[in-house]
Every structure is written in structure tokens, then in C-alpha cells.
């Protein structure tokens, strides 16, 4: 009788842990921040998953609409990646997020292979910040400068002193 016993407790925790299983893997039933003034944001590549909105709100192209990847070639852009994300976030009422205008780490590489000037360099940047701003108008947000004390700029001089790091505040 405790063999039976302990065997029926044995299956039966097996069946549970079955059932939780399959209850814990089904996707949301709906996105945490729905019906919320806040936003719950996720990346896509150059298309935007089926599923995404079942968990997401807000919607960012991650590298797609870096400058590295968006002007590899001066004056040839290359905005796939972007449009997908940004018409997607428009049909089905998404917040667009833009990322990012600058960054020490993925920049087109002509900027700085050239010769261009400091003055070019400038226009160059701000001619990329006006043409995503045109093409994507109704951006809700914008990471401007992506990790500035973290990941040098060798074209910051373009900028103008206002990109330096802040003072250490422990010295």
C-alpha cells in the first residue's frame, strides 16, 4: 500500500508540474503596460515579429537606424530597417523611438576616413539629423547621443565642447 502511495504522489507531481508548465509557456494575454501612461519598449532587426505586439508597446529599430547602418555610403541611404519599424509603429498606434542620432561606435566610417573637415563633419551630422527627422516625423523619442563618456567620439570636435564628459564628481 505505500508503494501505490508514494507512486500516485510521484505521478502526480509530474502531472502538476506538467500542467504549470504548459500554463507558464503561453505567451501574455495582454502587454504589462496596456492601459498605462507608461511604455514598455523591445528592439527589432529589419522587420518587426508577428507577436510583437502582445508584449510591447513602444517600438525601436535598434541598429537599423543607426547612422553606420543607415549612410554606410555617404549620401546613400538606407532606411529599410527603419520604415519597417516606423510604419509598423504607425498602423497599429505604437510609440516610434529613434535610435540614435550619434554614437561613438557605429558611425559611418567615411566621416572620419575622408579628410572631411571639422565644419563638413558638421554638416554631414546635421544633415543625417534633419533627413531622419523629415522622414520619420511623428517620432515619439530620440536617444541622441548614445553612450558619450563610455565610447569615444573621434569627431566630437564637429560637435562643439558641449559633448565632453562631465567633471568626475570624486576628484
Same mark, same amino acid.
Given at each position: 500500500?505505500?508503494? @501505490?502511495?508514494?507512486? +500516485? ?7 502538476? &508540474? ?6 507558464? +509557456?503561453?505567451?501574455?494575454? $495582454?502587454?504589462? +503596460?496596456?492601459?498605462? =501612461? ?13 507577436? #510583437? ?22 549620401? !546613400?541611404?538606407? /532606411? ?5 519599424? #516606423? ?6 498606434? #505604437? ?11 557605429? @558611425? ?11 565644419? !563638413?563633419?558638421? +554638416?554631414? &551630422? ?7 527627422? !523629415?522622414? #520619420? ?10 553612450? =558619450?563618456?563610455?565610447?569615444?567620439? %573621434? /569627431?566630437?570636435?564637429?560637435?562643439? $565642447?558641449?559633448?565632453?564628459? =562631465? %567633471?568626475?564628481?570624486?576628484?
Amino acid at each position: 500500500m505505500i508503494k @501505490y502511495t508514494a507512486m +500516485a504522489g510521484r505521478l502526480l507531481s509530474i502531472a502538476l &508540474i506538467f500542467v504549470f508548465s504548459l500554463l507558464l +509557456a503561453q505567451p501574455a494575454a $495582454a502587454q504589462i +503596460a496596456a492601459g498605462k =501612461p507608461k511604455f514598455l519598449g523591445n528592439v527589432t532587426g529589419n522587420s518587426v515579429p508577428s507577436n #510583437y505586439g502582445t508584449y510591447w508597446n513602444q517600438v525601436t529599430p535598434e541598429n537599423a537606424s543607426k547612422w553606420g547602418s543607415v549612410e554606410g555610403t555617404r549620401n !546613400q541611404m538606407n /532606411w529599410g530597417g527603419v520604415d519597417a519599424a #516606423y510604419n509598423w509603429a504607425q498602423a497599429n498606434g #505604437y510609440k516610434f523611438k529613434f535610435h540614435n542620432f550619434v554614437w561613438g561606435a557605429q @558611425y559611418p566610417g567615411w566621416l572620419t576616413s575622408t579628410g572631411l573637415t571639422t565644419a !563638413q563633419q558638421r +554638416a554631414e &551630422i546635421e544633415e543625417w539629423i534633419r533627413l531622419a527627422c !523629415q522622414r #520619420y516625423p511623428n517620432t515619439w523619442a530620440i536617444d541622441v547621443v548614445n553612450e =558619450p563618456i563610455k565610447t569615444a567620439l %573621434p /569627431w566630437k570636435a564637429a560637435l562643439g $565642447a558641449c559633448v565632453s564628459p =562631465p %567633471p568626475d564628481p570624486l576628484t
